[in-house]
T-cell receptor, first 116, second 115 residues
Framework: EPEVTQTPSHQVTQMGQEVILRCVPI?????FYWYRQILGQKVEFLVS????????KSEIFDDQFSVERPDGSNFTLKIRSTKLEDSAMYFC??????????????FGEGSRLTVL | AQSVAQPEDQVNVAEGNPLTVKCTYS??????LFWYVQYPNRGLQFLLK??????LVKGSYGFEAEFNKSQTSFHLKKPSALVSDSALYFC?????????????FGQGTTLQVKP
């Protein structure tokens, strides 16, 4: 069964460093997302991406964050200068269609980011 | 604002007994409702969704959910629980803002099924 894959599974970084989290969505999917889950808290939407541009972003997704689809398969989340509060599990997801239609999200297993 | 509430942090049930995990929502317009399950150290897995049509939705692993518009609820149910159902369950609603909509998750309910 096709799946969303994420790398790295765990990354430890120093505060202020740049981090890039990588995702390979399911190949025929057109919509891509990043969510995060701070330990013990609910899963939060960060950003959605469609047709090579951001279609929606949350207030969490400030100027420190950026997303890119550099080629036909990868979808990346960059945090320019990490803060302690960025420590979380980051989930990539993709869907074939929009949620308002028949789309459903398929999630990766997550990348745990620890900022020291 | 759109929101989802899961009033129980944890639900305990004996194997073989029916289970219910509660979810209520608040949205403007028609709700699109989802249930996801998260096993330890894994991503979220889709269980089922309600878009339109029958209020009783059947999904993966024998789970079902009932959409109740008057009570703004979308409770997850299973007639006979298995120990392997023990996991963290998230209810979510689609906001439909923007081109694709986004999922707004509840805080999650831990289901513990005891043998």
């Amino acid at each position: 069964e096709p799946e969303v894959t994420q790398t790295p599974s765990h990354q430890v970084t120093q505060m202020g460093q740049e981090v890039i989290l990588r995702c390979v969505p399911i190949s025929n999917h057109l919509y891509f997302y990043w969510y995060r889950q701070i330990l013990g808290q609910k899963v939060e939407f960060l950003v959605s991406f469609y047709n090579n541009e951001i279609s929606e972003k949350s207030e969490i997704f400030d100027d420190q964050f950026s997303v890119e689809r550099p080629d036909g398969s990868n979808f990346t989340l960059k945090i320019r200068s990490t803060k302690l509060e960025d420590s979380a599990m980051y989930f990539c997801a993709s869907s074939e269609g929009a949620l308002a239609g028949t789309g459903e999200l398929f999630f990766g297993e997550g990348s745990r980011l620890t900022v020291l | 604002a759109q929101s989802v509430a899961q009033p129980e942090d944890q639900v305990n049930v004996a194997e073989g007994n029916p289970l219910t995990v509660k979810c209520t929502y608040s949205v403007s317009g028609n709700p699109y409702l989802f249930w996801y399950v998260q096993y330890p150290n894994r991503g979220l897995q889709f269980l089922l969704k309600y878009i339109t049509g029958d209020n009783l939705v059947k999904g993966s692993y024998g789970f079902e959910a009932e959409f109740n518009k008057s009570q703004t609820s979308f409770h997850l149910k299973k007639p006979s629980a298995l120990v392997s159902d023990s996991a963290l369950y998230f209810c979510a609603v689609s906001s439909l803002s923007g081109n694709t909509g986004k999922l707004i998750f509840g805080q999650g309910t831990t289901l513990q099924v005891k043998p």
